[in-house]
C-alpha cells in the first residue's frame, strides 16, 4: 500500500457515514489507483507515460494519436507497448477490492480512465472503461477480435501487428489521442448520471477531461456530497465536500473498515 500520510481519521469516519447512507455511489478513477498495483502514474493514455516526448523526439499525445496511427501506425504501436508492458503482471490492489466489494451493499457505479483492466479484474460488475482496456485487440478491417493477457506476442522487430485473418493492422481497443469517446460507455454515462447519485468519489484523476470533472462539479451544485483521493490537487480540488491527500489504496481501506464498523 501507500508510503504516504495515512488518511485523517475524523474524514475517514466522515465518509464511511455518508456511504453508510447513500444507496448510489460514483467512484471516477485514475491511474492514481492503481499506483499501488506497481503501474506509474505517467502522463499518456490514461496517464501511463512519464516524458514529454518519446525517445523518438516526438511529443507523446502525437505519438499515441489517432492521426499517428492511420500514418504511421508502427510508431504508435511502439508507445502502445510500452503501455501494456508497465501493466504486465499487475494485479488490483485494496483500493480496486473496496470498490468491488461495496457492490454487495450499495449500488455502485465505476467511470475509470485506466486502460489496466484492473476495476473488473478486482470483480467490480459495473464498469465504464471509457478509454478502453489494453486487454482487447481488434483488428482494423474486419471483425476478428482478440483478448490477451499481455504483449509478449507481440513481434516487436516488425511491428504494427496485423490481423491472423485479413492481415490488416490490428490495434488494443483503447481510445487514442484526438480519437472520439465510445458512444456506447459516453451513453451509459448520461443514463446514470440521470439517474443521480447520493455520493460521488474522484480517485487518482487530474480531473482535466470534462467527462471526468463533470459528474464531481455537476454533485457540487447539486448539494450532492463529493468526495476526493489524491495527493496532489486537481481541478476538482476546490468543489468537492472532502479531500484527502493521501494514496488511494490506504484510503479506500480505512473508509471501507469504517463503514463495516457502521453496519
Not at 503501474?39 to 516526448?53: C, F, H, I
Not at 523526439?57 to 503501455?83: C, D, N, Y
Amino acid at each position: 500500500m501507500s508510503k504516504l500520510s495515512p488518511p485523517n481519521p475524523r474524514m475517514v469516519q466522515r465518509v464511511a457515514e455518508l456511504l453508510a447512507n447513500a444507496d448510489r455511489v460514483l467512484f471516477i478513477t485514475g491511474a492514481g489507483i492503481s499506483a499501488d498495483s506497481g503501474l506509474p502514474t505517467y502522463r499518456g493514455v490514461s496517464g501511463l507515460y512519464e516524458k514529454t516526448d518519446t525517445d523518438d523526439g516526438i511529443p507523446i499525445e502525437f505519438a499515441l494519436s489517432g492521426h499517428m496511427f492511420q500514418e504511421r501506425p508502427e510508431v504508435t504501436w511502439k508507445h502502445i507497448i510500452q503501455i501494456a508492458d508497465a501493466a504486465n503482471g499487475a494485479e488490483p490492489n485494496r483500493g480496486h477490492e473496496v470498490i468491488a466489494l461495496l457492490e454487495q451493499d450499495v449500488d455502485v457505479f465505476t467511470l475509470t480512465q485506466n486502460v489496466d483492466g484492473l476495476h473488473r479484474a478486482a470483480g467490480s460488475s459495473t464498469v465504464i472503461e471509457i478509454h478502453g482496456d489494453v486487454h482487447y485487440i481488434d483488428c482494423t478491417k474486419c471483425d476478428h477480435t482478440t483478448t490477451v493477457e499481455n504483449y509478449d506476442w507481440v513481434d516487436r522487430e516488425n511491428l504494427p501487428p496485423t490481423c491472423p485473418e485479413c492481415d490488416a493492422v490490428v490495434r488494443p481497443r483503447v481510445v487514442l489521442f484526438n480519437e472520439m469517446l465510445p458512444g456506447g460507455e459516453l451513453k451509459a454515462l448520461r443514463d446514470e448520471l440521470e439517474q443521480g447519485f447520493d455520493l460521488v468519489f474522484s480517485i487518482g484523476t487530474t480531473s482535466v477531461f470534462p467527462y471526468i470533472a463533470g459528474p464531481v462539479v455537476m454533485a457540487s451544485q447539486l448539494g450532492i456530497p463529493s468526495v476526493e483521493i489524491n495527493p496532489t490537487e486537481t481541478e476538482v480540488s476546490d468543489v468537492v465536500s472532502l479531500r484527502f491527500e493521501s494514496g488511494a489504496a490506504d484510503t479506500l481501506n480505512a473508509i471501507y473498515e469504517a463503514y463495516l464498523a457502521l453496519k
